[in-house]
Every structure is written in C-alpha cells, then in structure tokens.
C-alpha cells in the first residue's frame, strides 16, 4: 500500500470539498462528508486545514484557478474575436463535462454573499481576488476592451443561470445564444 504525502492527501481533500460544497453549499456541507468522502478522520482534515472556511476557500480558489486556464490556454495566440468564441465553446465543454464546477462557482456567488451581509469582507476579498484574476485573464484575451469583456462576462453568467436552472438545449432561450453552438447541458 502506497502512503500519500500531506501534500497528496490535502489535494485529496479540496478535489472532495469541490464536490461536496458544489452540492450542499458553504453551509450545508459537513466537514464529516468531506473527511468520508476522502477517506480521512475529521481530525486528520483539520490537520491539513484550520477550519471549514480554509477548505471552503481552498476549493473554490481551485474552480477559480481551472477555470481561468481554461480561458489563459484556450485564447492563447488568437485575436479578441476568436478568443471569445473559443473560450466560450470551452467553457461549455467545461461545466457540461463537470457540473460540480458551475455548481461550485454558484456556492462561491451564495457565500461571498452572504459573508458580506454578515459582515466579513475577509472572507468575499478573497473570493474576489480569484474572479478578478479569470477576469484579468478574459481581458486580456479581449484585447483589454472593457466592453467585450463585460460582455463575454455577462454571457457567462447567463449560461450559469440558465443551465443551474436546468434549462435544456432545444429551448427558445438559447436561441441565437453565442453565434457558434448551442450551449451544452450537464448530464443530470
């Protein structure tokens, strides 16, 4: 039998929480689920993360961070015109192929929220610092043209409420949606 590193095991851990908080949210999922679900004491999670909000953070720096070199890796080399319909062909492909990761990125939205009607703006800062580095990220892909990237942004958005909502292909909605393709629906 093979031993995991910390390092090994604490990656095990904020792919599980990904999963976990996408389904249950910030505050409905158990710091138990996500040890089970791992295969991990509780307190052997809280020796690789003080606390839930850690997981919490940690896993949806990660959707932040994949999502971001999906678009970095998808627009490289292309102009503003092909870099949008690439990356949005891409995200897609993306959140059809992992429905945790839209379901992750909506948590994220839920508890920065929240956390700031509560008062901790620590905990949104951070949230933030993440989305302003995907949004850095489209920019520049976008030429650095406010407009373009609000617009790709916004587009974005309406996909994750549309398809969180479980609106299918073949609805009037999508019509006209992006020139290229109709959006793809997550497997449910």
Known sequence: MVRMSAEERRESVIRAAMVEFARGGYKGT????????????Q??????????????????????????EVFRATSEGLDA?????????????????????L??????????AAAEAAGDTEFGGELRACWMEMYETVHLA????????????????????LVSMG???????????????????PER
């Open 30 to 41: 158990s710091t138990e689920a996500i040890a089970k679900r791992v295969g991990v004491s």
């Open 43 to 68: 307190p052997y999670l809280f020796r690789l993360f003080p606390d839930k909000r850690a997981i919490f953070l940690a896993a949806s720096r990660r959707c932040c961070e994949e999502t971001t």
């Open 81 to 101: 015109e092909e870099a949008v319909h690439a990356m949005g062909q891409a995200y897609q492909a993306l959140i059809a192929e992992d429905p945790d990761k």
């Open 103 to 112: 379901l992750m990125q909506m948590q994220m939205y839920v508890a920065t």
């Open 142 to 161: 976008m030429g650095a043209d406010v407009d373009e990237t609000t617009t790709f942004l916004a587009y974005g958005m309406l996909v994750n409420v």
């Open 167 to 185: 609106f299918r292909p073949d609805h009037r909605v999508w019509s006209g949606f992006y020139d290229s393709a109709q959006p793809k629906q």
